[in-house]
Nanobody, 117 residues
Framework: QVQLVESGGGWVQAGDALRLSCAAS????????MGWYRQAPGKQREFVAS???????AYADSVKGRFTISRDNAKNTVYLQMNKLKPEDTAVYYC???????????WGQGTKVTVSL
């Protein structure tokens, strides 16, 4: 079983930067891919970024060039560096860990990001 604990959310102005962290514990050896998703009020959760155990990354078009996902295997932690934040980035951001073979996903509790003009 994988447990995920997120931190780093906050209230910022447009153009500012935030760094989200997601610390994984438990059966971390079973994680094939980790990612960040976000959900704004009244909207569906959407994909933001992901990184595989091999280091391959993927980004949503809306954040490409502004956000960077990274992984520190020694600390069992994944990060999301968010630069040049926009009001439309306002959402609750969730960390996800996926085991491809089993199809089991683990989710963090979510951390809120608010970007004002």
């Amino acid at each position: 079983q994988v447990q995920l604990v997120e931190s780093g959310g906050g209230w910022v102005q447009a153009g500012d930067a935030l760094r989200l962290s997601c610390a994984a514990s438990g059966s971390t050896f079973s994680i094939d891919e980790m990612g960040w998703y976000r959900q704004a009020p009244g909207k569906q959760r959407e994909f933001v970024a992901s990184i595989t155990s091999g280091g391959s990354t993927a980004y949503a078009d809306s954040v490409k060039g502004r956000f960077t996902i990274s992984r520190d295997n020694a600390k069992n932690t994944v990060y999301l560096q968010m630069n040049k934040l926009k009001p439309e980035d306002t959402a609750v951001y969730y960390c996800n860990a996926l085991n491809i073979l089993s199809g089991i996903s683990s989710w963090g509790q979510g951390t809120k990001v608010t970007v004002s003009l």
